[in-house]
């Protein structure tokens, strides 16, 4: 009896397993043929100063759209990055949110600076300095007005190869960002040694302020270390009257979060800057 259990629960699992892979492969097929088809958004999240409430920038954020349906990235940012899909539609956010930028800024539109995820792939295994010199030539977006976000294990990989891109990044006069700050294993020691601009505070310790007096203990710490390595701090995810009295507090400098605006299409996002005030680029 027992054993036949088992037999249907495989059975069952397998079975999943098999629903599963086959829905994975199928996404996979479609990607294949996303950029093609156009299929790819950008959506602007805009960043805003903790003290004034002036814009100072926007991360661009990838959504897909097939089949009428709007998939967010976590759905397949993760399979782009494992098949390698990830370098062509990395190299079209980074070509789409620099042809935005340019346009924005041809328009007069106040000029804001625009933040683009690299994925550790992209910023491994490409030659991601000349495709992002490539890329500003030919959209003409001045480099100041871009900032490349990456994450801790992109950084932690091949910590000399990193610092190493990451200096040639910089000569380019462009900003970076380090995404998800506190979630993965950096240590004091490297963020030293990288050159950042930016340090974004995840989410997760953002989400249970002002509950959580250790989430609270942790934000402040890693504001307080932001300055001492003379990096701006942004905190993510905010979305209470409670957490912007608390990041104002402790003298965090911007934020992002539904508290201000959910990730916007280009032309939502293009009213929103319009009806706020700038903060000039430095
Ligand atoms: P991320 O870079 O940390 O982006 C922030 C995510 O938090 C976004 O999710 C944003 O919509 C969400 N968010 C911002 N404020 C709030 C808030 O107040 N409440 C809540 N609940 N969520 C908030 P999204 O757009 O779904 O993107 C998820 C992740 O996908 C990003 O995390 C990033 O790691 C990745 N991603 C997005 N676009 C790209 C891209 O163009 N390239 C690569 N490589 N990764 C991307
Ligand atoms: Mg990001
Ligand atoms: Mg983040
Ligand atoms: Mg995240």
Same mark, same amino acid.
């Given at each position: ?25 199928? =996404?996979? +097929?479609?990607?294949?043929?996303? %950029? ?15 003290? =004034? ?19 967010? &990235? ?8 494992? =098949?390698?899909? %990830? ?35 992209? +910023? ?56 998800? +700050? ?22 997760? +310790? ?6 959580? !007096?250790?989430? @609270? /203990? ?6 307080? @270390?932001?300055?001492?390595?003379? @990096?701006?701090?942004?905190? /993510?995810?905010?979305? =209470? &009257? ?5 990041? !104002? ?18 032309? /939502? ?14």
């Amino acid at each position: 009896q027992a054993k036949n259990e088992g037999r249907n629960c495989f059975k069952y699992f397998s079975e999943e397993l098999t629903r599963a892979a086959r829905e994975r492969i199928g =996404t996979e +097929f479609r990607l294949r043929q996303a %950029i093609e088809k156009n299929e790819f958004r950008l959506f602007y999240q805009p960043q805003l100063c903790v003290g =004034t409430g002036d814009i100072v920038g926007a991360e661009a954020l990838i959504r897909w759209q097939t089949s009428g349906e709007l998939i967010p &990235p976590l759905k397949f940012i993760p399979i782009a990055e494992e =098949t390698g899909l %990830i370098t062509g539609i990395g190299n079209w956010v980074l070509n789409e949110a620099c042809r935005q930028g340019k346009a924005w800024l041809d328009a007069g539109l106040p000029p804001i600076r625009i933040a683009v995820n690299l994925s550790p792939h992209q +910023f491994l295994h490409n030659d991601i300095c000349a495709i992002v010199a490539n890329t500003l030539a030919e959209t003409g977006f001045p480099a100041e007005y871009l900032e490349l976000e990456l994450t801790e294990s992109a950084l932690m990989k091949r910590e000399k190869e990193a610092i190493d891109i990451l200096n040639r990044l910089h000569d380019l006069g462009i900003h970076l960002a380090i995404d998800d +700050f506190g979630t993965g294993y950096s240590s004091l020691a490297y963020l030293k040694s990288f050159p950042l601009d930016v340090l974004k505070i995840d989410k997760s +310790f953002i989400d249970d302020i002002p509950m959580q !007096s250790d989430d @609270m /203990e942790i934000t402040a710490t890693i504001i307080a @270390m932001a300055k001492t390595l003379r @990096m701006q701090v942004i905190a /993510e995810g905010v979305e =209470t &009257p409670a957490q912007m009295a608390f990041l !104002s507090s402790r003298n965090c400098d911007f934020y992002q979060g539904y508290f201000a605006s959910k990730p916007l299409p280009a032309d /939502e996002f293009e009213s929103f800057l319009k009806q706020h005030r700038p903060l000039p680029v430095s």
